[in-house]
């Protein structure tokens, strides 16, 4: 483990909030702490939303927290950092995609509201074995419109409340939920489909 590792789990269990508190005190190793916490889990939903192309990723990434460094002295205990930064992220990529690839920019409409029971009750991560579920789900992903692919990652990945989802694509409660249950069900099928080795079963 490296000093600079070893600082930051010093931090351990400190509550994301304080450790802001901290780096707008000027604790530079407050924001280190915060960075070590969540860049595996960001990058893993920056790298997925981008179909696995990892040089986007790595632009987004960055520049996300280039962004966040700037508006962090200013951010307001208004929910959760976590759901703050993946907003960042998400406005980012989004611009870019807009910018570079317009014709990818899908906006998918439904404003039913299905049941929470229902957009909750599939996990993948029971129906495969842990060394099948990350080319499976790859796979599938890459199936589903960007912003039901969205909503599957920032809920299964990121492990925000579907009310957070809905504040970060702006949108209402159903259309999160409607979009959820539009991926799982597609998810479903495709992993039906792929199933040829009984992995299912």
Request: proline share 2%; charged share 30%.
């Amino acid at each position: 483990m490296t000093a600079k590792m070893a600082n930051t789990n010093a931090y351990g269990d400190v509550a994301d909030t304080v450790l802001i508190h901290a780096y707008a005190k000027g604790d530079e190793k407050a924001f280190e702490a915060l960075y070590y916490r969540y860049r595996t889990l960001l990058y893993s939903y920056l790298n997925n939303l981008a179909g696995n192309n990892s040089a986007e990723a790595d632009e987004v990434f960055t520049e996300t927290w280039l962004r966040v460094i700037d508006k962090l002295p200013k951010y307001k205990d208004e929910g959760k950092f976590s759901a703050w930064l993946f907003r960042i992220a998400r406005n980012i990529f989004i611009d870019r995609l807009r910018h570079n690839k317009p014709e990818m920019f899908v906006t998918i409409d439904g404003e039913d509201s299905p049941e929470l029971a229902e957009v909750t009750a599939f996990s993948p991560d029971r129906m495969l074995g842990a060394g099948d579920i990350g080319s499976a789900i790859k796979s599938a992903l890459a199936q589903l419109q960007p912003e039901q692919r969205e909503v599957f990652l920032l809920r299964e990945e990121a492990e925000l409340s579907f009310k957070e989802i809905a504040e970060i694509q702006k949108c209402s409660l159903g259309t999160v939920l409607s979009r959820m249950r539009y991926a799982l069900k597609k998810l479903r099928a495709f992993l039906q489909d792929v199933d040829a080795g009984g992995l299912l079963k």
